[in-house]
């Protein structure tokens, strides 16, 4: 069982930075793929990005490629999301998640069903 608990997200303007933080507490954390998931108002949850168990592969959607950086330090059982350059599509519900896929591509890091744990989402509002 992983608990995971998203902080970090608060309003900014466009052009700005903000960085997200996901902890997790329970076993084995180091073993998990962990992913961002954002989801607005009225539209699915969609994803951001993920990293690999190690830290050494990481997958981002086209949207946020270059703007966005998905980091982990499993010693302290965190995954960071900084995000530069926000624009106001940005605005949502940020969400973490855990999972043990076997084999993590983009396709795989970008399915929600692949995720075992979710966090309760913490709010990113970019205005313009």
């Known amino acids: 069982q992983v608990q995971l608990v998203e902080s970090g997200g608060g309003l900014v303007q466009a052009g700005g930075s903000l960085s997200l933080f996901c902890a997790a507490s329970g076993r084995s954390f180091s073993s998990y793929a962990m992913g961002w998931f954002r989801q607005a108002p009225g539209k699915q949850r969609e994803f951001v990005a993920a990293?690999?168990?190690?830290?050494?592969?990481?997958y981002y959607a086209d949207s946020v490629k270059g703007r966005f950086t998905i980091s982990r330090d499993n010693a302290k059982n965190t995954v960071y999301l900084q995000m530069n350059s926000l624009k106001p599509e940005d605005t949502a519900v940020y969400y973490c998640?855990?999972?043990?896929?076997?084999?993590?591509?983009?396709?795989?890091?970008?399915?929600?069903?692949?995720?075992?744990?979710w966090g309760q989402g913490t709010q990113v509002t970019v205005s313009s």
């Open positions: 990293i690999n168990w190690s830290g050494g592969n990481t």
């Open positions: 998640a855990a999972g043990d896929p076997k084999g993590l591509t983009i396709l795989v890091a970008a399915t929600p069903r692949e995720y075992k744990y």
